[in-house]
């Protein structure tokens, strides 16, 4: 069954080949690095952790996987999805029995390396959260300093009235490249949310795509703090299929250096969606006059008895606020850090696990003070 899936993947990224600026969904991210590098196939290390009462955690070759593997982020139209189907070697199954509260978090940890070449993983996890079921999944990805390309892709399936946490922490090497997919379906009445807060990489695209039941409410909160000349680009699209499902969206990005950013927020509202109730927001801290973020909120409203709001807002740092904190003996780059922290401590406070959140907190400290030494 996997070998066939791989098959018609291969023959997909056959047709439709890297994106090319052409492309309207990729108009300002080049993947022409990646595209031109030679990257020998290397399996990245994986940990997963958190096995308790009432989850499975498998490799994907040993699980009964074939009513949910490569059903939900589909080849057809996303190259790397195609080129990620074709080629993962094997990948992790995580599997939420029905009605289990899951207390402990299930952590899985991507960890790349160059090995002194370039080299390029494939990824892949799925995560099937059967009905009643409520857990916390964290996914982490690292690696070190050399050129690697990081390619996963994680299908999440959640039942009717699960209630699910996801948070995605990415700190990948200074030269890595990192494109990800996460593709999320929704059951009635589901409660889902999902945290991407990226850090480390030369080139990153994130895509985050979310299709709702009725009755199903979807959080999506993002963090992105960039400098030097790195880029990394949000996409999301929310996809209300059904009515009286609820959306909120949160993404905030700083920038510094030469660096550049892109978000892309969809809101589709199909035309039974009735009831849909939609917001989306994107804010950005711009510290350098070299920095450039395109941002491009959309919705896509099919339906005539919703509510949806969307924005963006892209801004410097409050001078008043620098010199009221200056005039209360604090010096210009610790007044500097804590507004820029203050800016960002929206999402870190809704972090609910504990250690992470700890860990986003030093992350985000050492990013600041680094970046100003």
Same mark, same amino acid.
Request: proline fraction near 3%.
């Given at each position: 069954?996997?070998?066939?899936?791989?098959?018609?993947?291969?023959?997909?990224?056959?047709?439709?080949?890297?994106?090319?600026?052409?492309?309207?969904?990729?108009?300002?991210?080049?993947?022409?690095?990646? %595209?031109?590098?030679?990257?020998?196939?290397?399996?990245?290390?994986?940990? %997963?952790?958190?096995?308790?009462?009432?989850?499975?955690?498998?490799?994907?070759?040993?699980?009964?996987?074939?009513?949910?593997?490569?059903?939900?982020?589909?080849?057809?139209?996303?190259?790397?999805?195609?080129?990620? +189907?074709?080629?993962?070697?094997?990948?992790?199954?995580?599997?939420?029995?029905?009605?289990? =509260?899951?207390?402990?978090?299930?952590?899985?940890?991507?960890?790349?390396?160059?090995?002194?070449?370039?080299? =390029?993983?494939?990824?892949?996890? &799925?995560?099937?959260?059967?009905?009643?079921?409520?857990? +916390?999944?964290?996914?982490?990805?690292?690696?070190?300093?050399?050129?690697?390309?990081?390619?996963?892709? +994680?299908?999440?399936?959640?039942?009717?009235?699960?209630?699910?946490?996801?948070?995605?922490?990415? +700190?990948?090497?200074?030269?890595?490249?990192?494109?990800?997919?996460?593709?999320?379906?929704?059951?009635?009445?589901?409660?889902?949310?999902?945290? #991407?807060?990226?850090?480390?990489?030369?080139?990153?695209?994130?895509?985050?795509?979310?299709?709702?039941?009725?009755? #199903?409410?979807?959080?999506?909160?993002?963090?992105?703090?960039?400098?030097?000349?790195?880029?990394?680009?949000?996409?999301?699209?929310?996809?209300? %299929?059904?009515?009286?499902?609820?959306?909120?969206?949160?993404?905030?990005?700083? &920038?510094?250096?030469?660096?550049?950013? =892109?978000?892309?927020?969809?809101?589709?509202?199909?035309?039974?969606?009735?009831?849909?109730? %939609?917001?989306?927001?994107?804010?950005?801290?711009?510290? #350098?006059?070299?920095?450039?973020?395109?941002?491009?909120?959309?919705?896509?409203?099919?339906?005539?008895?919703?509510?949806?709001?969307?924005?963006?807002?892209?801004?410097? &740092?409050?001078?008043?606020?620098?010199?009221?904190?200056?005039?209360?003996?604090?010096?210009?780059?610790?007044?500097?850090?804590?507004?820029?922290?203050?800016?960002?401590?929206?999402?870190?406070?809704?972090?609910?696990?504990?250690?992470?959140?700890?860990?986003?907190?030093?992350?985000?400290?050492?990013?600041?003070?680094? #970046?100003?030494?």
């Amino acid at each position: 069954m996997i070998e066939r899936i791989r098959e018609e993947a291969r023959e997909r990224f056959a047709e439709l080949g890297y994106p090319t600026t052409h492309n309207e969904e990729w108009r300002f991210t080049s993947v022409a690095p990646i %595209a031109r590098a030679e990257f020998a196939a290397a399996r990245a290390a994986v940990s %997963a952790s958190g096995a308790q009462a009432g989850v499975k955690i498998a490799k994907l070759s040993e699980a009964p996987v074939e009513a949910y593997l490569a059903r939900y982020a589909r080849i057809d139209a996303n190259p790397f999805v195609a080129l990620n +189907t074709a080629n993962f070697e094997d990948g992790i199954y995580v599997h939420i029995a029905r009605g289990a =509260v899951v207390a402990e978090p299930i952590e899985i940890v991507i960890q790349s390396a160059a090995n002194g070449h370039p080299t =390029v993983s494939h990824p892949r996890l &799925l995560v099937v959260a059967e009905e009643g079921s409520q857990a +916390t999944i964290v996914e982490t990805y690292k690696g070190n300093g050399g050129a690697y390309f990081t390619n996963p892709v +994680t299908e999440l399936v959640a039942g009717d009235g699960a209630v699910i946490d996801h948070y995605k922490l990415q +700190t990948e090497g200074a030269r890595a490249f990192h494109v990800s997919t996460l593709q999320v379906q929704l059951g009635r009445d589901t409660n889902f949310r999902s945290h #991407s807060l990226a850090f480390g990489g030369a080139l990153v695209r994130n895509d985050v795509n979310a299709v709702l039941a009725e009755g #199903s409410e979807c959080t999506l909160n993002g963090l992105y703090l960039i400098d030097g000349a790195q880029h990394i680009d949000n996409h999301t699209a929310i996809d209300h %299929a059904k009515p009286h499902a609820a959306s909120h969206e949160l993404y905030k990005g700083i &920038l510094e250096g030469h660096s550049t950013a =892109v978000f892309n927020g969809k809101i589709f509202v199909r035309k039974d969606a009735q009831k849909t109730d %939609a917001k989306q927001t994107n804010k950005n801290l711009v510290l #350098s006059e070299n920095a450039v973020i395109n941002t491009k909120p959309e919705l896509q409203i099919l339906a005539d008895d919703v509510k949806c709001t969307h924005g963006a807002t892209i801004g410097q &740092l409050d001078p008043e606020g620098i010199f009221y904190l200056q005039s209360r003996g604090i010096g210009l780059k610790d007044a500097r850090n804590l507004l820029i922290y203050a800016f960002a401590r929206d999402i870190v406070d809704r972090v609910k696990v504990a250690p992470l959140r700890e860990q986003l907190e030093r992350l985000l400290l050492e990013k600041l003070h680094g #970046s100003r030494n």
